[in-house]
């Protein structure tokens, strides 16, 4: 079994930082890419891709993000990190981490999801 634990979401004005954190147990490899996604309020909106990076360091960012955004991990603790400056309204959206590629009990997932953590930026 795989639990992803996810930490540091919250309320911030504009401009402000925050750093979300995202551990990993169970059956993770250092070969799965991790990352983040979110997804904005509205039912229409579809998860959309943050950041990700590699177990060799190797990041993705989206366009909206980059230059404020930046993610990390730590291999030897199975965590992702992502330090978000500069934080917009626009931003507001409940941020997921993601463990790609991964095999769990025989079944495959592209994705595997935490829950959620809520981060709320106000203007």
């Known amino acids: 079994q795989v639990h992803l634990v996810e930490s540091g979401g919250g309320l911030v004005q504009a401009g402000g930082s925050l750093r979300l954190s995202c551990a990993a147990s169970?059956?993770?490899?250092?070969?799965?890419?991790m990352g983040w996604y979110r997804q904005a309020p509205g039912k229409q909106r579809e998860r959309e891709l943050v950041a990700t990076v590699t177990s060799s360091g190797r990041t993705n960012y989206a366009d909206s993000v980059k230059g404020r955004f930046t993610i990390s991990r730590d291999n030897a603790k199975n965590t992702v990190y992502l330090q978000m400056n500069s934080l917009e309204p626009e931003d507001t959206a409940v941020y997921y981490c993601?463990?790609?590629?991964?095999?769990?009990?025989?079944?495959?997932?592209?994705?595997?999801w935490g829950q959620g953590t809520q981060v709320t930026v106000s203007s």
């Open positions: 169970g059956s993770i490899f250092s070969a799965n890419a």
């Open positions: 993601t463990v790609q590629g991964i095999y769990i009990r025989g079944t495959y997932y592209e994705n595997y």
